[in-house]
Each structure stands twice: as C-alpha cells, then as structure tokens.
C-alpha cells in the first residue's frame, strides 16, 4: 500500500516570501512522485514530477522539488511567491509494480499569497 | 487541442435519482480514471479502467457505476445508493496506469437538492 501525507493544510505567506510545502510518502514499492496545482473550481494541473535521475526537479511557475529517499520525502518550494500562486497543491504518489498501480494523493495545502 | 473534456459542468439531482457525467478524453490514453473531491479530503480514487471493456474499483466505489464501451469515453453513474453525492468529481487519463502523469478535466460539481 502506498499513502501521502501533505503536513500542512493552510500556508500563507507574503508575496515575494519563499514558500516550502511538505509532502511525506510511504511506499513499498519503488516510487513516482508529482505535485499538482488546483485552482479554485477546476481541474488539477501537473507542476513537476520524479520519476528517476536527479533528486531536484524543476517545474513551472519557478516551482522546484527535492527527491529524499531516506527521509521519504518530496517538499515543494519556491524562492518568491506571486499573487497567483495562490491555489491548492496537492502531492500524489505512484508506484511502479503490483498493487501500487494508481496514483494516491494527499488532502491538499491551500496556499494563500498576501499582499 | 488534445484534451479532457467533462461535461456538464455543474449539475443538480433529486435524492433517490441516478445521474450519469461525461468525460471524453483525444489524448489516445488507455487509462482513465474518475476521482471524488471533498473539501480537505483530497483526491479519492472512484474507478479505473486500463483498456476498453476493463475497469476496476476504486477506494470508494459503492454507489457509483462505469463503462468503457470506446477508448474515448468512460461516463461515471452516480446512482441512488450513494448516500452523500454531493461532490466535486474530476476525470483524468493517463498514457498507462504505472509511472506516468495523469492529465484531469475541468471537473463536475454535484449537488443533490
């Protein structure tokens, strides 16, 4: 079985602020990770996504993940946050064989930018 | 423009009426899925389905019904024994079910009057 746990429900920060959203995953299968943006009354859009290589991947939007293995997590970030930023990111986990053959996703952060 | 289309957008049923939503996917994908979206629950998974004439349950499947007649096309009934359906519900497609990205549709908001 695999499951997400997105740490925190609510973020606020102010514009231009960093931004770190955490994301937490267990699997026992060997993973794909991806972080998705909603905004309000539609569909979710991909940011990024791990699925091999390099532990840092870049995404749109100037948003950024590290892959930890050892601390099975996969944290977004971004150095300044803008007005639009501001939506629901939801991080989800796939896995590679047997039962673990669907995404799972976490409960969402709403990020809130303030002027 | 290859896409996800979900239709309608907003949509309202009596208690104890079915009611079917649409999604029709031109990515040419094989899998399809339809979610269900709570406030502060996230995503949770309805049914899916690898290839045409084959899907599967999902987490939480009771009260809801699927077919996939065409590769295209994988309508989601709400029927009357789901007893909380008021929902928003997101459709999305893959290239295959394992370790590729999912592309979603704009999304069916439910609402049982």
């Known amino acids: 079985a695999q499951s997400v746990t997105q740490l925190d429900s609510q973020v606020p920060v102010f514009e231009e602020a960093p931004v770190e959203l955490r994301c937490n995953y267990s699997?026992?299968?060997?993973?794909?990770l991806f972080w998705y943006v909603q905004y309000p009354n539609q569909g979710l859009q991909l940011l990024l996504k791990y699925l091999s290589g390099s532990t840092l991947v870049k995404g749109i939007n100037g948003f950024e993940a590290e892959f930890n293995k050892s601390q099975t997590s996969f944290h977004l970030r971004k150095p300044s946050v803008h007005i639009s930023d501001t939506a629901e990111y939801f991080c989800a986990v796939g896995g590679s064989s047997g039962s673990a053959r669907q995404l799972t996703f976490g409960s969402g952060t709403q990020l809130t930018v303030l002027p | 423009d290859g896409g996800i289309t979900q239709s309608p957008k907003y949509l309202f049923r009596k208690e104890g009426q079915n009611v079917t939503l649409s999604c029709e996917q031109n990515l040419n994908h094989d899998a399809m899925y339809w979610y269900r979206q709570d406030p502060g629950q996230g995503l949770r998974l309805i049914y899916y389905s690898q290839i045409v004439n084959d899907f599967q349950k999902g987490d939480i499947a009771e009260g809801y019904s699927v077919s996939r007649e065409k590769k295209e096309s994988f309508p989601l009934t709400v029927t009357s024994a789901q007893k909380n359906p008021t929902a928003f519900y997101l459709c999305?497609?893959?290239?295959?079910?394992?370790?590729?990205?999912?592309?979603f549709g704009q999304g069916t908001r439910l609402t049982v009057v």
């Open positions: 999305a497609s893959s290239i295959g079910l394992l370790n590729t990205e999912a592309f």
């Open positions: 699997s026992s299968v060997s993973v794909y």
